[in-house]
C-alpha cells in the first residue's frame, strides 16, 4: 500500500501561472512540485493542494498530499524535494498522514492576507508581495462594509468563475484590517473561498474605503449574486495563503 | 549657476552589475539614474554616489548629489524620476544642496548590515537579500575576533582591488553581531570602507564563528596586509548600505 505524505509548502508565486498543473506551461506550483516528488519515485506522483492560489499568489503555508511508495523517511523526502525545487518554492514539512487524508476534501478552513503598501516611497524590497495604493483608505468605512461579509452567506457576487456549478455558500469567520506604519493588511478567515473571492472583497473593500461605495452597499451586492455589481478584483501579488487548518 | 541636488536612493541590487556605469552593461545603479536624470534635463548628467557597491548589494539609502539646471522643484524631480526608474529603484528624497556638497567627499561615515539565514527552510520570500548558513556560527568567538577590528587599522588585508595605490587605512567604530530568530545580522559603522571590505570581514568572521580560525588570529591578518591571509569574500546578496553620515 501507498504512503500518504502530507506537506506543507511556503511559495513565492510571482514566476508561476498558480498552482494548478497546465498544459500548456511547466510554470506552475504543482507542476514543479510533481516533477520532483515524481523523479524521486520513478512514477508519476500527482499532489493535491489544499487549495488553487492564482497566478501570483502566494503561500506561507500550503498543505498538500501525494500517494508515494518509496523508503525514504518523511525528513528525506523533504530534503530531496528542498534541493531540486527552484529557490522559490520551499518544502516547510514532510509528514506521514493516515491514508484517508486528503489535503482539499478535509480542509476546514483557510486564512489569507492581502497586503496593500500605502508609502510614499517605492517599497523596492517588497514590491513583489504587496500592492501599492496612492492614498489610505478609509478603514473605519471598510470595516463596516466587512461586517455584512462575515456569517455564512451565498458568495456569488464575489465569484470569479461565470460558470461555477456547485454551491457559492461560504462561511466567513472573521475579517480584520489593520494598519501599521506603511502597510494596510487586510486578514480573512473563513471555511473556503471561491475563485479570486478574496481578491474581489478585498477590491470591493477598497473602493468602499476611497468613497465610490457606502459601507452598507455590501449587503445588496450579497443578496444580488450578481458579480457585476461587485468591485474591481485586486492584483494578485498583495494576496498570501497563510495557513490552511484541519480538524 | 547650476542646482546641486543632493539625492537618497534605495535600490535592490540583484539585477545590477552593482553602483558604477559601465561601458559593456546598462544595467547599473548610476546608469540607470543617469538615463533617466539625464532625459529630464535634456543634457547629460554625472551622478555622484557615496560609494559603489558591487553588483548585486543593495541599498536602503544611498546618498548621491548631481549638479542640474531645470526649473523643477526638488518633489517634482524626485517623482519625475521615481516615475520613469524601474521598480527596483526608487528615489527617496531629492533635495537642495550647497554649491559645495559632494555625496563622497563629504561622507563622514558609512553603515553597512550584512544578514545571515540559519533557518532550515529555504527562505522564499527574502532570499535575494540574505545569505544562507548551514548551521549557527558561533556569536561569541566573532565578536571576540571583531574587536580586533574595531579602530584604525590598515585594512589591505581586507582589500579586493590588490592594486589599490591610495591609502588603505580606515576606522571602524562598532561592529555587532545579533541573532534574532533565524536571522544572523552584522551591522558594521566606520568612516569609509575599502572595495569588497565588508564582505572579506563577514567571510573572515565566519570562518572564525565555525572554527577554522581562532577569534584572535584576527590581529595578525590585519597586520600581515596581505589579502591572501584573510577569508573568504561572503557573497553580495547578503550585503545592504544602510546609511551615509555627513557632518
Known sequence: MKRNIRF???????????????????????????????????????????????????????????????????????????????????????????????????????????????????PVFDRKYVTCLDQLPDVEAMRQAAEFLTGTHDF????????MKKSTVRTIDSITITQKGDYLRFSFHGDGFLQNMVRILVGTLLETGFGKRLPDEMKSVLEAKNRALAGFMAPAQGLCLIAVDYN
Request: charged share 20%; aromatic share 8%; net charge neutral.
Open 8 to 122: 506543507t509548502i511556503c511559495y513565492d508565486g510571482t514566476r508561476y501561472s498558480g498552482w494548478e498543473r497546465q498544459k500548456n506551461t511547466d510554470a506552475t506550483i504543482q507542476g514543479k512540485l510533481e516533477a520532483v516528488l515524481s523523479r524521486l519515485c520513478e512514477e508519476p506522483v500527482t499532489i493535491i493542494g489544499a487549495g488553487r492560489t492564482d497566478a501570483g499568489v502566494h503561500a506561507r503555508e500550503m498543505t498538500a498530499n501525494a500517494l508515494v511508495s518509496v523508503s525514504m523517511s518523511c525528513g528525506q523526502i523533504r530534503d530531496y524535494m528542498n534541493t531540486w525545487l527552484p529557490e522559490d518554492i520551499c518544502v516547510l514539512d514532510a509528514a506521514e498522514a493516515g491514508p484517508r487524508f486528503h489535503s482539499r476534501f478535509n480542509a476546514s478552513g483557510k486564512t489569507y492576507c492581502y497586503t496593500c503598501y500605502i508609502g510614499a516611497a517605492k
Open 156 to 163: 456569488a457576487s464575489f465569484c470569479g468563475n461565470p460558470k
